[in-house]
């Protein structure tokens, strides 16, 4: 089993800067489809950013293109999200989630693992 443990959220002013971090315990496979989704209050969950474990290959949302990095550190097993620019919009409780395998087309769909999320709150 996996255990993915987020941090890193808080509230801050539109335009300024945040990290998440993840970190992944347990074992279920060699390598990992993982990801951030978010969900705000009254909308449906989002997913925000992933990244295949195993080369690093990173896939985003339109709606943070450019202003959110998902990263990750393999020694480690924690994965991160840089994000910047924030918006008011941006709002909502972040988790990290896993599946074994690989990413691909909808991504998003099927996550195993999840955490129990980090709220990030932006004020206009």
């Known amino acids: 089993q996996v255990q993915l443990v987020e941090s890193g959220g808080g509230s801050v002013q539109a335009g300024g800067s945040l990290r998440l971090a993840c970190k992944r315990s347990?074992?279920?496979?060699?390598?990992?489809?993982m990801g951030w989704f978010r969900q705000a209050p009254g909308k449906e969950r989002e997913g925000v950013a992933g990244i295949y474990t195993a080369t690093g290959s990173t896939t985003y949302a339109d709606s943070v293109k450019g202003r959110f990095t998902i990263s990750q550190d393999t020694q480690e097993n924690m994965l991160y999200l840089q994000m910047n620019s924030l918006k008011p919009e941006d709002t909502a409780m972040y988790y990290c989630?896993?599946?074994?395998?690989?990413?691909?087309?909808?991504?998003?769909?099927?996550?195993?693992?999840w955490g129990k999320g980090t709220l990030v709150t932006i004020s206009s």
């Open positions: 347990g074992y279920a496979g060699s390598t990992y489809c």
């Open positions: 989630a896993a599946r074994v395998g690989l990413c691909g087309d909808g991504w998003s769909n099927g996550m195993a693992y």
